[in-house]
């Protein structure tokens, strides 16, 4: 999510995701409405060249595991259809009779998307239940990590779908929510005072969020959570083994993503910097420019 989109404002605004991160990819949306990809292409997660009049994109994103980083990417277009490539054994890039979608989610074999009337589709693996989603209503906001979804309500409050075994899924109890994130296997929340909550599993640290003041956005890899604070730097916390946890010299940035094991910020003037495993050239954008600014 971007800086300045939900703030601390109880009028809402639909995110929109400007910059995306894979497992071994990294996904730009241009000022144009065009779209960047670097990374691993295997599955041809980056042939977005082709694609016009984005507002959005998404990638999926999977954990550590040397035999999962297979991905696709989802890019989200201003008539409110969406476009798919890359990876698709679960029928996840499924997603061309999709109607009226005002913002989309991608996670591990699954992709998510929110429609304008607060309901929410989702096509997949839905093996951990992951895709029911059919009676959600009400929502602003969803995101996707690998065995769970999560969505945001109008009312503050946080509704999950999933596995569960590590916790990930204990958001009931969340009240005054704006924005909210899903990585491997923990969920974060942004509260409406700035604060963070985290949830699920914490082996990294990755849930420990309880002293973050003054954010504006959250992010969520596979084992570190990154958080925008509304000065424009950032903090990190949780597995730091790939570099993927060094922001802290970052300044002037509006939008922040996390990936399996890197991060990603754009910067005001619409570049991008990277942090993290870099073995695939997901962190080559060091010559993005014009990267889609977040709306105030």
Known sequence: MEKGELGYSKVWAIPKDIIAAGCRHTVGLNSDGTVTAVGDNKYGQCDVSGWKD?????????????NTGNAHTVGLKSDGTVAAVGWNKHDQCNVNGWRDIVAVAAGWRRTVGLKSDGTVVAVGRD??????????????????????????????????????RYGQCNVSGWSGIVAAAAGYLHTVGLKSDGTVVAAGLNKYGQCDVSGW???????????????????????????????????????????????????????????????????????DVSGWHGIQLPSN
């Open 54 to 66: 984005m507002v959005a994109v998404a990638a999926g994103n999977v954990h550590m595991a040397t």
């Open 127 to 164: 093996h951990e239940g992951q895709c029911n989603v059919s009676g959600w209503g009400d929502m602003v906001a969803v995101a996707a990590g690998d065995w769970h979804t999560v969505g945001l309500k109008s009312n503050g409050r946080v509704t999950t779908v999933g596995n569960n």
């Open 213 to 283: 003041r003054d954010m504006v956005a959250i992010a969520a890899g596979s084992y570190h959570t990154i958080g925008l604070k509304s000065d424009g730097t950032v903090k990190a916390v949780g597995w730091n083994e790939r570099g993927q946890c060094n922001v802290s010299g970052w300044r002037d940035m509006v939008s922040i993503a996390a990936g399996c094991v890197h991060t990603l910020g754009v910067k005001s003037d619409g570049t991008v910097v990277a942090v993290g495993d870099n073995e695939y050239g997901q962190c």
